[in-house]
């Protein structure tokens, strides 16, 4: 299965674009802290979906999406701390992404989850 044609890798990818361009608007003093931080969680997403792709069998890719999710809740915490010390405003946007993503990510680890039952 080649990752770059799942939806969930796209939307990923997506989603990495736009904390990047979130994330230059942040105070130099957070490069190495909050920033770097969030930049490592979104590119955790798609890349985790990468590796698990590019595994045998799908108990493998499940194990490397449940990574992607914790990659994904660990951003969305990210993002609320950037919200809640006004590095940033709300954007309906970027919470959309999260969202998408997440929604995008479960059900492709819950299909390929009663797939291996059968």
Request: glycine content about 4%; cysteine-free.
């Amino acid at each position: 299965m080649d990752n770059k044609d799942l939806e969930v890798w796209k939307k990923s990818m997506d989603l990495v674009e736009t904390i990047y361009k979130l994330t230059q608007t942040f105070p130099d003093s957070e490069k190495f802290g909050l920033t770097s931080q969030m930049r490592r969680s979104a590119v955790s997403i798609p890349s985790n979906i990468a590796e698990g792709s590019a595994r045998k069998g799908d108990k493998e890719l499940i194990h490397f999406l449940y990574i992607a999710l914790g990659s994904l809740s660990e951003l969305d915490t990210q993002y609320t701390i950037a919200v809640r010390i006004n590095y940033t405003s709300k954007e309906e946007n970027i919470e959309n992404q999260i969202t998408d993503v997440k929604k995008i990510l479960l059900g492709f680890r819950n299909y390929l989850e009663r797939k291996s039952e059968k």
